[in-house]
C-alpha cells in the first residue's frame, strides 16, 4: 500500500511543520508581551491566526483526507482477506480446530466436524482433549528437558463423538491475537495411509522371513558385484559367512568357459527386462571346487540401480541320486528283457515239445486238441517276443501284436488270404500285460473258431478284429460273415472249449460279452484296463 505510507509520511512532515510554527508563535507571542516590539514579531504575532487556520485547512485536504481513505482502504483489504481465509478454511481438505490457551475449542471448520463426527455447538467450549486425549499443550518437553512448538506433524489417536477412533496427524500452531492467545490444530486422517503403512511393513517381515529361511540360495547382484546373499549362499559358495561374499564379481563363482556365456545372458535380461527360466549350471566355491545348481535368475530395480537376483538350488545330490536311479533302471530293464526272453523261450520249447508229441498221436481229435494247445501257447509267446524287443516293458503295442497273431493262426490252420481275408482296424493302443494276456487269447479263440467252423467246404469270407477306445473303456470286437450260429442260440450254452475260455477271460478282464449272430457272428467285448 505505497499510497497510504506516502499518507502517512505526508502527516508526520506536516505535523512537525506546525509543530515548528506554534513554538515560533508561542515566542513571538511572549516576547511581544514582554515588552518587546521588533516588526518581525508584531508581523509574526498579527499573522499567527491565519497563519494557523491555514496549516489546519492544508492538513485537512492534504494529510487527513488521504489518511482517512487509506485507512478506509485497508479494513475494505482486511475484510477481503478476513473473507477469502474463511472461505479456505471452510473448504480445507483437513480439519482446522482454533482453542484457546486453556485448551477450550473455540471454533470448527466442516472437515473437523465430519472427521470428528460432531457438531460445532456439540464441541464449542469443550476441551481439546475430550477429541484428542494424545493432546499435551502447545509446547512438549523433548531432549533432556528443552521445549519447542510442536510445529512438526504428529501422530494421535483421534476420538470421535460416537465413540470410535482414527489415526490422525496433527500440526499445531499460534495464532498472534492482539487480546488473547489462540491455537490452531490441522487434524489430517492418516487411517489409510496408517494400515498401508502396516500392510508394507507385514509384507516386507514375511517377504524378509522368506528370504532368510528358504532352502535355497538368494543372491542379488548388481554392477557385476554381489549386494547381498541369505544365509544359504555361504553355504552353497564354501564361505564362513555374507562377508566373505559381499562385493565379489558375481564371474568369480562361474567355470571360466562359462563366463561369456553368463555375461551374455546378464546383458541380455538387463536389457529387455525379461528373467531367464530354470537351467542346470555349476557354480565354483571358495575352495576351487564346483556343485551344481538349479538357477533362476530375474532383473529388478535394487536401492535404485540394475540389479539381477539369483535363486540357486544345490542339486548335487538330486543329481546323484538320478544317476543311481538311472543305473538301476537300467539293470532292471536287462533284467525285465532277460525274463521276457526266458519266458519266451520256455514257451517256445513247450510249443515244440506239443509238436513232437503230435507226431506219436494218430487219432485226429487228438492232434486237433494238441494243436489248439499249440496255438494258445504262441499266442502268450508272441506278447513276451514283442516286449522283449520294446522299448516299453510295461505295455504292449497292440495293433503290431494281433498283425502277427493273425498271421500265425492263417499258417497254423492252413488257410490261405485269397479265402480268408482279414480286416484289422485296430488304433495306436498300449496294453498292460495283465491285460494284453487276456485280449490275445481272446482274439485267438474267436479267430480259431471263425477258421475252423464259419467257412465249411472251402467257402470264401472276411474275418474282422477292431479294437477302439472310447473314454476309459476298450471295445475289441472279432466278427465273420460266415455260416454264423443257429437261430437264438447262446453261446455259453455251445460244447466248446474255445468259447468257454473266452467268457472266463472275459471275466478275468471284469469286461462285458455282446453276441450278436445274423448273417455271420460278432463278439463285442467291453473293458477298463
Known sequence: MPDFALTKWKFRVTLGFLITLAAASWAAISM??????????????????????????????????????????????LEEVEVRSRAVVEAAADGIITFDRHGL???????????FACTVAEVTGKSIQTIMPGYRGLFEVVDEGESRITGVAHELVGHR???????MELRLSELQMPERELS?????????????????RESEERFRLLVEHSPDAIAIHSGGKIVFGNSKVPELLGAASMDEIMGQP?????????QKTILDRITLMSTRGLGAPPMEEKFVRLDGTTVDVEVVAIPFEYKGAQAIQVVARDIGRRKQ???????????KEVLLKEIHHRVKNNLQVITSLLDLQSDYVTDKKALEVLLECQNRVKSISLIHERLYESRDLAHVDFPQYIQLLMEHLLRAYGVSGDRVRLKIDVTDIQLGLDTAIPCGL????????????????????????????????????????????????????????????????????????????????????????
Not at 564371474?251 to 562359462?258: C, M
Not at 450278436?516 to 467285448?525: L, P, R, V
Request: hydrophobic letters at 40%; glycine letters at 8%; one cysteine or more.
Open 32 to 77: 511581544h508581551a514582554h515588552g518587546l516590539h521588533d516588526t518581525w514579531v508584531i508581523v509574526l504575532a498579527d499573522s499567527l491566526p491565519g497563519i494557523l487556520t491555514a496549516a489546519l485547512l492544508f492538513t485537512a485536504i492534504f494529510v487527513f483526507r488521504p489518511l482517512v481513505h487509506g485507512l478506509a482502504r485497508q479494513y475494505r483489504n
Open 321 to 331: 541320486s538320478d544317476h543311481e536311479i538311472r543305473k538301476s533302471l537300467k539293470e
Open 184 to 200: 490452531m490444530a490441522v487434524v489430517r486422517d492418516v487411517s489409510e495411509r496408517k494400515q498401508a503403512e502396516r500392510r508394507l
Open 250 to 258: 558375481v564371474l568369480r563363482f562361474v567355470l571360466p568357459e562359462h
Open 442 to 529: 481272446i482274439i485267438h479263440e474267436l479267430v480259431s473258431n471263425c477258421l475252423k467252423h464259419a467257412f465249411p467246404e472251402g467257402r470264401k469270407g472276411e474275418i474282422r478284429v477292431g479294437m477302439h477306445q472310447d473314454g476309459d473303456r476298450y471295445f475289441l470286437i472279432v466278427s465273420d460273415n460266415g455260416a454264423g450260429f443257429k437261430a437264438k442260440t447262446d453261446f455259453r450254452t455251445v460244447s466248446n472249449l474255445g468259447l468257454q475260455l473266452v467268457d472266463t477271460l472275459t471275466s478275468q478282464i471284469a469286461g462285458n460279452i455282446d453276441f450278436h449272430t445274423n448273417g455271420g457272428t460278432e463278439f463285442i467285448i467291453s473293458f477298463r484296463q
Open 161 to 167: 463423538w460416537d465413540g470410535s477412533t482414527f489415526d
Open 105 to 115: 475449542i473455540e471454533s470448527v471448520n466442516p472437515a473437523a466436524e465430519k472427521l
